[in-house]
Protein backbone atom coordinates (compact mmCIF):
# COMPACT_ATOMS: atom_id res chain seq x y z
CA UNK A 1 0.00 0.00 0.00
CA UNK A 2 1.45 3.14 -1.16
CA UNK A 3 0.04 5.70 1.27
CA UNK A 4 -3.89 4.92 0.11
CA UNK A 5 -6.48 6.27 2.41
CA UNK A 6 -8.57 3.29 3.32
CA UNK A 7 -12.15 3.58 1.86
CA UNK A 8 -15.57 3.14 3.42
CA UNK A 9 -18.48 1.24 1.39
CA UNK A 10 -20.74 0.71 3.97
CA UNK A 11 -19.97 -2.93 3.44
CA UNK A 12 -20.52 -2.88 -0.33
CA UNK A 13 -23.97 -1.38 -0.24
CA UNK A 14 -22.72 2.47 -0.39
CA UNK A 15 -24.86 5.49 0.98
CA UNK A 16 -27.42 7.74 -0.95
CA UNK A 17 -26.84 11.46 -1.55
CA UNK A 18 -29.42 13.58 0.11
CA UNK A 19 -28.48 16.31 -2.70
CA UNK A 20 -29.32 14.37 -5.77
CA UNK A 21 -29.80 11.15 -4.73
CA UNK A 22 -26.99 9.28 -6.37
CA UNK A 23 -24.91 6.22 -5.29
CA UNK A 24 -22.26 7.17 -3.08
CA UNK A 25 -19.98 4.09 -3.70
CA UNK A 26 -17.24 4.62 -1.17
CA UNK A 27 -16.11 7.41 1.63
CA UNK A 28 -12.85 8.22 2.41
CA UNK A 29 -14.00 8.20 5.97
CA UNK A 30 -16.81 6.31 8.10
CA UNK A 31 -19.84 8.53 8.29
CA UNK A 32 -21.30 8.63 11.80
CA UNK A 33 -24.78 10.34 10.78
CA UNK A 34 -25.75 8.59 7.33
CA UNK A 35 -28.92 10.71 6.87
CA UNK A 36 -26.91 14.05 5.33
CA UNK A 37 -24.22 12.53 2.89
CA UNK A 38 -23.82 14.51 0.00
CA UNK A 39 -21.75 12.78 -2.90
CA UNK A 40 -18.34 14.38 -4.58
CA UNK A 41 -20.23 16.45 -6.86
CA UNK A 42 -22.94 17.53 -4.35
CA UNK A 43 -20.39 18.14 -1.25
CA UNK A 44 -18.38 20.02 -3.96
CA UNK A 45 -21.38 21.99 -5.11
CA UNK A 46 -21.91 23.14 -1.53
CA UNK A 47 -18.99 23.94 -0.43
CA UNK A 48 -18.46 27.44 0.70
CA UNK A 49 -16.41 29.18 -2.55
CA UNK A 50 -12.74 29.43 -1.50
CA UNK A 51 -13.00 32.84 -3.35
CA UNK A 52 -15.76 35.09 -3.15
CA UNK A 53 -15.88 35.40 -7.15
CA UNK A 54 -16.77 32.03 -7.40
CA UNK A 55 -19.97 32.65 -6.46
CA UNK A 56 -22.71 32.63 -9.22
CA UNK A 57 -24.00 35.62 -10.58
CA UNK A 58 -27.05 36.36 -12.14
CA UNK A 59 -27.68 39.47 -14.87
CA UNK A 60 -30.64 38.50 -16.49
CA UNK A 61 -29.61 37.67 -19.53
CA UNK A 62 -27.18 39.83 -19.95
CA UNK A 63 -30.10 42.71 -19.05
CA UNK A 64 -29.58 43.50 -15.72
CA UNK A 65 -32.56 45.09 -13.47
CA UNK A 66 -33.53 48.74 -12.50
CA UNK A 67 -33.07 49.88 -8.92
CA UNK A 68 -36.18 50.88 -7.52
CA UNK A 69 -34.91 53.15 -5.69
CA UNK A 70 -32.28 55.56 -7.69
CA UNK A 71 -33.40 53.97 -11.08
CA UNK A 72 -29.95 52.97 -11.96
CA UNK A 73 -29.21 49.24 -13.54
CA UNK A 74 -27.79 46.69 -11.47
CA UNK A 75 -25.81 44.66 -13.81
CA UNK A 76 -25.32 41.75 -11.48
CA UNK A 77 -27.01 39.69 -8.63
CA UNK A 78 -25.66 37.20 -6.07
CA UNK A 79 -28.85 35.24 -6.25
CA UNK A 80 -31.88 34.79 -8.96
CA UNK A 81 -34.61 37.93 -7.82
CA UNK A 82 -38.16 36.05 -7.52
CA UNK A 83 -39.77 39.50 -7.49
CA UNK A 84 -37.92 42.16 -9.25
CA UNK A 85 -40.29 44.86 -9.07
CA UNK A 86 -38.26 46.35 -5.59
CA UNK A 87 -35.00 45.78 -6.37
CA UNK A 88 -32.12 47.71 -4.97
CA UNK A 89 -28.81 48.52 -6.18
CA UNK A 90 -25.57 48.11 -3.90
CA UNK A 91 -26.03 51.62 -3.06
CA UNK A 92 -29.12 51.70 -2.42
CA UNK A 93 -29.76 48.60 -0.31
CA UNK A 94 -26.66 50.07 1.88
CA UNK A 95 -28.20 52.84 2.59
ZN1 LIG B 1 -25.22 14.11 -5.13
ZN1 LIG C 1 -30.17 52.42 -6.56
Known amino acids: MDGERTMHDNNGQGWVCVDCGGKIDKLPFEPRDDSNLKCFDCHKKSAPAHRRDDRQM??????????????????????????????????????
Open 58 to 95: YDNDGQGWPCAECGGNIDKLPFEPRDTSNLKCRDCFRK
